[in-house]
């Protein structure tokens, strides 16, 4: 597990890097709104995105304070008017600790989510919550060679009601796993990363996109051409691992891409990477059917821009991508919301200015109505993260 947390390190680098900045506080935006900051006792530090029920309600999960204090993590719910409801408090015993990714809600209203780490120590679970509170273990990860490690990323669910995920670590080459935990909790591994030239190793962060043919898409942190500077892959429903592009680094290409891809109706992907570029601050890609890539974006860093995307994007009807940066923006050091325009013209939402939000690692979720609701991993009343919306 070793090599796992430095790879860990390495995405954090960022967000380290910065923490000595001192920066200044401008005028918040009409429309942002911060509608829960965590304080400890209700959970804290929030890497993941949140989901919303169909009468608005939001579901999401906080990491944890690695143990201090017992905050091992909990899966929250904030209704409409923002009240918080702890629907499970993680005890780092039988249930796992750590659920750094979001959850996932099913028609039958059960919640669905991974923790980073499992039963008594080891490497992480796959766990149900149904609608009447009960929680359940669907798979503990064995680690080691025959299977994965540190699920980081989140799940999706097909319409059998089979659950698809990855690991961080292990796996037969200790660079991560692609897995599969059917509804009856077996668990199936579809891909072992191996690296190198023609494979990924590492994924971080967000969840895989799964197409109605039931292909799985992603990104991971490492492996691909350059070796160290990742890709965005394909994975067939007969398990064939295709490697869509590599990333190149430098100040031609993105690297280390994280988070969640989207793609739209002509089979174009879109997402994050969240170094190198111009500046080396990172970028917005987008990679047509065919493998092109073409680069939308490359962030500039400062106070009228983001740096450093960690989130993955979202895309609405007209073309428009949406995502987080963890750091720059107006306060030059908290992080921004963005949204891209199809000709390419980036416009920031809002810029956190820590006392409504701080480095926001999840990914925007927009409603049908263009609502965008996240979280940030630091900041509000308390220093323990935030919920907020942002209504256009």
Known sequence: MTSSLQHR????LAFILVLGAVAARPARSQTFSTIHSFDGNDG????????????????????????DNGN????????????????????????????????????????????LLGQYGSPGTVFKIDSAGTFTVLHVFAGGTSDGCEPYQGLVMDKAGSLYGTTEGCGTSGMGTVFKVDNAGKETILHNFAG????GAFPYYGHLLLDEAGNLYGVTYDGGSSRYY????????????????????????????????????????YGNAIECGTSGYGIVWKVSKKGGETILHNFAGG???GCYPASGVVRDSKGNLYGNTLSCGASG??????????????TLLHSFVQSDGAFPYGEVLRTPKGTLYGTTYSGGCCFYGTVWKYKP
């Open 333 to 346: 050091y908290y992080g921004t919301v963005w949204k891209l325009s199809p000709n390419a013209k980036l």
């Open 230 to 269: 990742g890709v965005l892959y394909k994975l067939s429903k007969e398990g064939t691992l295709t490697v869509l592009h590599s990333f190149a680094g430098g100040t031609s290409d993105g690297c280390n891409p994280v988070g969640t891809v989207t793609m739209d109706k002509a089979g174009n992907l």
């Open 196 to 199: 190198g030239s023609s494979d």
């Open 303 to 305: 106070t009228s821009d």
């Open 9 to 12: 390190g390495a995405i954090t």
């Open 72 to 115: 091992y993590g909990v899966v929250f719910k904030l209704d409409t008017a923002g009240h918080e409801t702890v629907v499970h408090s993680f005890s780092g015993g039988y249930d796992g600790d750590f659920p750094y990714p979001p959850v996932i809600r099913d028609s039958k209203g059960n919640l669905y989510g991974t923790t």
């Open 44 to 67: 804290g530090y929030p890497y993941a995105a949140v989901t919303q029920d169909e009468i608005g309600n939001l579901y999401g999960t906080t990491s944890g304070d690695f143990g």
